[in-house]
């Protein structure tokens, strides 16, 4: 789930790529980087654990020159937070250089490192991401996209990359689509992002999606487009739309903000909260949703919770220590709205129940008389393989207990969750294409012969 930032012949493109990766911050907090090349064709890193913001010095961003900059914010499914696990990574190959910025996760990971490994690769980090330099570095092809594109065949699970071939920037989605990427034009610039509120923040505007399964090359000779890989069935995240991208950005094609007010509509109607007097999201990530339920309902709407901005997003914590910490400063109740009140708290989901058995205490603790929590997306109950840390299925808490046995842990006085149908039916593109299993257990590829090997030895 993390975010990937690109620029395409603009002098100023690592500066720019920084200002991307601010908007992308969302996606990714452990750590950041950027990769530039310049004029003379050489390529210059910078990386450092954390957020953007403490990660690039004054002194970095000015060696970081050049027209060409890829740029990543990590937020890891798997393998250490650790500084050699942060991207992009750049490689020396042949007097030439590859450098590479990945958002999602490979499924066969463990299989194409340990092929690696047989055949003599050395790995310098345990990133499934490194599989793919490798099997760059050793492609032939008569283009840089050519190479990409071989490296790419027999690589299963969720990808968008980000390449640099020496001063080709190559962009590649996976035929499936999980993960959201879009391209931009700035003047004569070509911009690369996860999500459309980066290419907001340059004054870029939006060209189109990157389409599942194609590569595109961009470099002096031109933008050129291929689509070699084999046509898959189309498995849009649907947890974009939940949680994770920003209101303000349009994924798959359709606007965030409305999807989510789509969910908390319908979330309304399949699960009414009769005789309740305030309706408050569980803030930021469900103020639409919230506002959604407001408007179907006709219950007034509040900003009974106040959220700490300097605290990141809990569900993102690498640790569960972090998650716990992080809860007790993050949110605080107002009091005059709660207090002697039926209140409806909207949350967009609910992964492992600290931040909700949390927040429920507040609000009790701040004088609701009832609380009915509501969730805009169904009861996770399986793994993610794609690109989202929702952990082991014994971490999943709707796994493990019943309705009953949630309403009493969660300390709430009635929960309701959207049905599988419901949240599909709220997507901007109709409910059809989208990847659920981590609602259903419905996995669209086979999932990874060792999962624990998975999560131990790689990470995106």
Known sequence: ??????????????????????????????????????????????????????????????????????????????????????????????????????????????????????????????????????????????????????????????????????????????????????????????????????????????????????????????????????????????????????????????????????LGRKLAIEQPAPGAEVVFAVPDSSNSAALGFAEESGIPYELALIRNHYVGRTFIQPTQAGRDAKVKVKYNPVRELLEGKSVVMVDDSIVRGTTTRGLVSLVRAAGAREVHMRVSSAPIISSCYYGIDTPHRGELIAAQMSHAELVRHLGVDSLGYLSIDGMLSAMPSGPDGYCHACFSGRYPTPIPADPELLRAGSAA
Not at 156 to 179: I, K, N
């Open 1 to 262: 789930m993390c975010g990937i930032f690109g620029v395409y012949g603009h002098q100023e493109a690592a500066a720019l790529t920084q200002l991307g990766l601010y908007s992308l911050q969302h996606r990714g907090q452990e750590s950041a980087g950027i990769v530039a090349v310049d004029d003379d064709g050489r390529a210059r890193v910078s990386r450092a654990m954390g957020l953007v913001s403490e990660g690039f010095e004054d002194a970095e961003m000015d060696v970081l020159q050049g027209p060409i900059a890829i740029g990543h914010t990590r937020y890891s499914t798997a393998g250490a937070s650790a500084i050699e696990n942060a991207q992009p990574i750049l490689a020396r190959v042949r007097r030439s250089h590859i450098a590479l910025a990945h958002n999602g996760n490979l499924t066969n990971a463990v299989e194409l490192r340990r092929d690696l490994e047989d055949d003599g690769a050395i790995f310098s980090s345990t990133m499934d991401s490194e599989a793919i330099v490798h099997r760059i570095a050793r492609a032939t092809g008569d283009s840089p996209e050519a190479r990409v594109a071989s490296a790419l065949q027999g690589v299963e699970g969720a990808y968008c990359l980000l390449v640099v071939l020496d001063e080709t920037v190559v962009v590649a989605r996976d035929p499936h689509g999980w993960r959201p990427l879009v391209m931009g034009r700035l003047g004569e610039s070509y911009v690369f992002a996860s999500e459309t509120c980066a290419l907001d923040i340059v004054g870029a505007t939006v060209e189109r999606e990157i389409l599942p399964g194609e590569i595109v090359a961009v470099d002096a000779q031109g933008v050129r487009s291929i689509q070699p890989l084999a046509a898959a069935p189309i498995n849009r995240c649907v947890f974009e739309h939940v949680y994770f991208a920003r209101p303000d950005s349009k994924v798959f094609g359709g606007s965030v903000d409305r999807s989510r007010r789509a």
